[in-house]
Nanobody, 115 residues
Framework: QVQLVESGGGLVQAGGSLRLSCAAS????????MGWYRQAPGKQRELVAR???????NYADSVKGRFTISRDNAKNTVLLQMNSLKPEDTAVYYC?????????WGQGTQVTVSS
C-alpha cells in the first residue's frame, strides 16, 4: 500500500508560479515511477510530468520548458515546480505512484490560473 498527499495548489495570476508537493508513505520500495496528472472540467485526466527512481523525466508538450518535476527518494517526495502559468493550466492536479500492480493516486489539489 502507498499513500500520497498533495499540497501547494491555489490561485495565481497568469505568468505566476506555484510549487506542488507530494508526500508518499507506505511501501516505498515498490514504487518505480512517480508523476503528476491533471484534469480540467469536462476533460480527461492527462499526464503532466513523471520521473523514474533514477531521475529520468517525461513532460507533456504543453508544459515543457515551464514545469520541472523532481524527486527526493530519501524524503519520499516528488515536487512539481510550475512557472509561467497559463489559464489553460487550470485543473485539479493529482500525484501518482506506479507499482507493479498498478497506480496509486492522491486526493488532488486545485490549481487555478486567472487571466
Amino acid at each position: 500500500q502507498v499513500q500520497l498527499v498533495e499540497s501547494g495548489g491555489g490561485l495565481v495570476q497568469a505568468g505566476g508560479s506555484l510549487r506542488l508537493s507530494c508526500a508518499a508513505s507506505g511501501s516505498m520500495s515498490s514504487i518505480s515511477v512517480m508523476g503528476w496528472y491533471r484534469q480540467a472540467p469536462g476533460k480527461q485526466r492527462e499526464l503532466v510530468a513523471r520521473i523514474t527512481r533514477g531521475g529520468i523525466t517525461n513532460y507533456a508538450d504543453s508544459v515543457k520548458g515551464r514545469f520541472t518535476i523532481s524527486r527526493d527518494n530519501a524524503k519520499n517526495t516528488v515536487l512539481l515546480q510550475m512557472n509561467s502559468l497559463k489559464p489553460e493550466d487550470t485543473a485539479v492536479y493529482y500525484c501518482t505512484a506506479v507499482v507493479v500492480t498498478g497506480n496509486y493516486w492522491g486526493q488532488g489539489t486545485q490549481v487555478t490560473v486567472s487571466s
